[in-house]
């Protein structure tokens, strides 16, 4: 926040007011002891070693005069002061706080997990400036990831850089044990208001994908994708009365015009997630090939309607 001043520039100051503002900062980044404060002003050049403790308590009374709330240093607060409150705190209603959430969710509809890790850091400063503790709750809780180990998530994006190879504990859904996968790591993807990690599972010898929260911990990681090929599912399919617009243009590409429609290909991380595609163009798409995705796909059909005919 500041550097070092040199004592040339200090005589053209007011050194009290000085300490005051660097004083504010500090305890507005975190708690701090008269200690800490004072190590860190000696190494300023705003406070000379031999100089009393008592100008700081001077300076602290300066902010309490100022408006700052701040509280004693004692053992509940492990003898640190504590800016609760300061003249400079954002003010912000519960009305605004509906207006950003409601913004925030037209936002992540389409927002990737990047942008998502930046609202989130962008929420949590910013209630950082809140003296209100249920608006700073508010503000942070707009945050879809605020149930989440961020750090986690932003590893797990470093990994999928490298393609490296970690082993974690997951929380199954269907198992009241957790257990250890071994996984090389592909990408980390924002979906359904989830996080995933897509991956390959060296045991499964298959492409799955993890959701980020069911993941407890990171035991090892391993440079490299073991030499493992990882194989897409590809299929070839009909589009008719359908903007190519909307195409993912990561997985999908338009091989060429046909009669009223378009000859896609798809390539996708497995088959579930290849049906899940197919199946939300609707009627407006018909499975080329392979053949057993395309049986695969009628299957899905057929059962679904059962299941609303029941």
């Known amino acids: 926040m500041f550097k070092p001043a040199e004592k040339s520039e200090l005589n053209q100051i ?3 007011g000085m300490r005051a503002i660097a004083m504010m900062g500090l305890l507005i980044e975190a708690p701090r002891s008269l200690q800490e404060i004072r190590d860190i002003f000696i190494s300023w050049n705003i406070m000379e070693p031999e100089h009393s403790n008592d100008i700081l308590r001077i300076d602290l009374n300066t902010l309490r005069y100022m408006g700052c709330e701040i509280s004693r240093a004692d053992s509940r607060s492990e003898g640190k002061y504590v800016l609760t409150k300061h003249p ?11 207006v950003l959430k ?6 992540k509809s389409k927002a990737d997990i990047g942008l998502i890790l930046k609202f989130d850091d962008l929420f949590k400063k910013f209630s950082e400036h809140v003296s209100d503790p249920e608006i700073k709750e508010s503000l942070r809780g707009i945050s879809i990831l605020k149930s ?3 750090e986690i998530i932003k590893n797990l994006i470093e990994d999928c850089k490298q393609r490296k ?4 504990v997951y929380q199954n859904p269907s198992s009241k044990e957790d257990s250890e996968k071994t996984i090389i790591c592909q990408k980390i993807a924002f979906q359904n ?9 060296t045991a499964k010898n298959k492409s799955v994908v993890l959701n980020v929260k069911r993941i407890l911990s990171i035991i090892a990681r391993i440079a490299g994708d073991c030499g493992i090929e990882i194989r897409t599912t590809n299929i070839k399919f009909l589009l008719r009365n359908f903007d190519i617009n909307e195409l993912d243009e990561e997985n999908e590409h338009v091989l060429e015009s046909a009669e009223g429609g378009w000859i896609v290909e798809g390539r996708y991380y497995n088959e579930f997630f290849a049906v899940q595609r197919i199946l939300s163009f609707g009627a407006s798409c018909t499975v080329l090939e392979p053949s057993e995705l395309r049986e ?3 299957r899905k059909l057929k059962s679904m309607r059962n299941v609303y005919n029941a």
């Open 88 to 98: 400079f705190s954002i003010n912000i209603s519960e009305e605004e706080i509906a």
């Open 148 to 150: 989440l180990d961020v």
């Open 165 to 168: 190879t970690v082993k974690l």
């Open 14 to 16: 007011s050194l009290t």
């Open 193 to 201: 208001d989830s996080v995933y990690l897509y991956g390959f599972d």
């Open 102 to 107: 409601r913004a925030y969710k037209k936002i």
């Open 296 to 298: 695969e796909v009628i």
